[in-house]
């Protein structure tokens, strides 16, 4: 599975932002979905998951309220609404896939390439 994250960029505090992920390669609809993300000198860390059918999501505490998770398994994308931008949410942010439902970023089978958002206060 090859995934390609995109819609990263500068953003001002308290502004939106919506990254896409499309998967090629693999049967989308099997895969669950998540978004991690890596700030410069930190470890990678979760930021949202979604399941197969996208019946259920769960959200870092650090993220629940300002953003959304979403997939469209017809067009093989997962998203990530980002609302209320805050500068501690800058990073590189990753999509991944794994086979079931987990927070961990070491049971990800596959990884995107990341797309970078910097938002500034």
């Known amino acids: 599975v090859q995934l390609q994250a995109s819609g990263g960029g500068l953003v001002q505090a308290g502004g939106s932002l919506r990254l896409s992920c499309v998967a090629s390669?693999?049967?989308?609809?099997?895969?669950?979905m998540g978004w991690f993300r890596q700030a410069p000198g930190k470890e990678r860390e979760f930021v949202a998951t979604?399941?197969?059918?996208?019946?259920?999501?769960y959200y870092a505490d650090s993220v629940k309220g300002r953003f959304t998770i979403s997939r469209d398994n017809a067009k093989n994308t997962v998203y990530l609404q980002m609302n209320s931008l805050k500068p501690e949410d800058t990073a590189v942010y990753y999509c991944?896939?794994?086979?079931?439902?987990?927070?961990?970023?070491?049971?990800?089978?596959?990884w995107g390439q990341g797309t970078l958002v910097t938002v500034s206060s």
């Open positions: 390669g693999g049967t989308f609809s099997t895969y669950g």
């Open positions: 991944a896939a794994v086979k079931g439902f987990s927070i961990v970023p070491g049971s990800y089978d596959y």
């Open positions: 979604v399941t197969r059918s996208g019946g259920s999501v």
